[in-house]
């Protein structure tokens, strides 16, 4: 079965860092892009980061650019993302979720997500 | 706020059609993607490339686009549709979704 499975995600201080996995199951793993999406408690979604099946080309909304790096092992086959000077306004369900390119397609398998609380 | 309006609520009975318009200008030229999001759940496609369905998603569901206005239809709308619905594009070599909709069906 083709499945993401999301991890990492917990409470931490404001300022503080968290690193979040995504292990992928029943797919060639190298022929996705991969992505995280969070969706804050009652709001949207929100895309944050993608990177291709073989890391060399990574992006990023501005709103995370400089504080969270996306990167994957895809002997492991897992994506993160790993998250810097968290505050309050990170707390969200994180999702990741893949696609076939850069700038097209849709995201045709999400995970359940994990949640991060960013809260003292 | 997002780049994609979209009403934050529709309401309708069961039975009839449900539309839900995502408008803006990074519509243009595009086909958004369409996202189905019950309580509790993860996203799920149930629109791309225009009009099409993946596998498993009822032929009730439809999507149209005209200048910077994309439409979501759903025909005989059921009571397992009530959800959360947004609309995607992509922006260059970013991803923007719409704020969603918030379907009800009473």
């Known amino acids: 079965e083709v499945q993401l499975a999301e991890s990492g995600g917990g409470l931490v201080q404001p300022g503080g860092s968290l690193r979040l996995s995504c292990v992928a199951t029943?797919?060639?793993?190298?022929?996705?892009?991969l992505h995280w999406v969070r969706q804050a408690p009652g709001r949207g979604l929100v895309w944050l980061s993608q990177i291709h099946g073989d890391a060399t080309t990574k992006n990023y909304a501005d709103s995370v650019r400089g504080r969270f790096t996306i990167s994957r092992d895809n002997s492991l086959k897992t994506v993160y993302l790993q998250m810097t000077s968290l505050t309050p306004e990170d707390t969200a369900l994180y999702f990741c979720?893949?696609?076939?390119?850069?700038?097209?397609?849709?995201?045709?398998?999400w995970g359940r997500g994990t949640l991060v609380t960013v809260s003292s | 706020s997002s780049d994609l309006t979209q009403p934050p609520s529709v309401s309708v009975s069961p039975g009839q059609t449900a539309t839900i318009t995502c408008s803006g200008l990074?519509?243009?030229?595009?086909?958004p993607y369409w996202y189905q999001q019950k309580a509790g759940q993860s996203p799920v496609l149930v629109i791309y490339e225009e009009d099409k369905r993946p596998s498993g998603v009822p032929e009730r569901f439809s999507a149209s686009t005209s200048g910077n206005t994309a439409t979501l239809t759903i025909r005989g709308t059921q009571p397992m549709d009530e959800a959360d619905y947004y609309c995607q594009v992509w922006d260059s070599y970013s991803v923007v979704f719409g704020g969603g909709t918030e379907l009800t069906v009473l």
């Open positions: 990074k519509l243009r030229n595009k086909f």
């Open positions: 029943g797919f060639n793993f190298n022929n996705y892009w």
């Open positions: 979720a893949r696609n076939t390119s850069e700038s097209a397609g849709a995201f045709d398998v």
